[in-house]
């Protein structure tokens, strides 16, 4: 017969084995939980650097623009004066 000290109620044995299960059981759920959770965190921090990156393009575009259209106008203005020193001139 076994001591009374040492022996552990089967309720007990059930419980912590029901436990053991559950946790072994939810493993693999959690694991595809957190692997869904971080690719979708890295998805989102692409589209975000995606659109970040188009408008810094589009800022840069837009200041090319304005530079050529300043520079088209500011040789327009020097063959004007040009033309009208020399009519002046004559």
């Known amino acids: 017969m076994a001591d009374a000290a040492t022996t552990v109620n089967p309720q007990i ?8 299960t ?3 059981g939810e493993t693999p759920a959690m694991a595809m939980g957190n ?8 998805l989102s921090n692409s ?5 970040a990156t188009q ?3 589009q800022i840069t575009m837009h ?14 203005s020097a063959v004007i004066g040009r033309v009208s020193g020399s009519v002046i001139e004559k």
Request: glycine share 10%.
């Open 13 to 20: 044995t059930d419980s912590l084995t029901q436990v053991n």
């Open 22 to 24: 559950k946790v072994v």
């Open 35 to 42: 692997l869904l959770m971080s690719t979708s965190h890295a």
């Open 47 to 51: 589209a975000h650097n995606a659109v």
């Open 55 to 57: 408008q810094q393009g």
């Open 63 to 76: 200041a090319a623009t304005v530079q050529g259209i300043n520079s088209l106008m500011g040789v327009g």
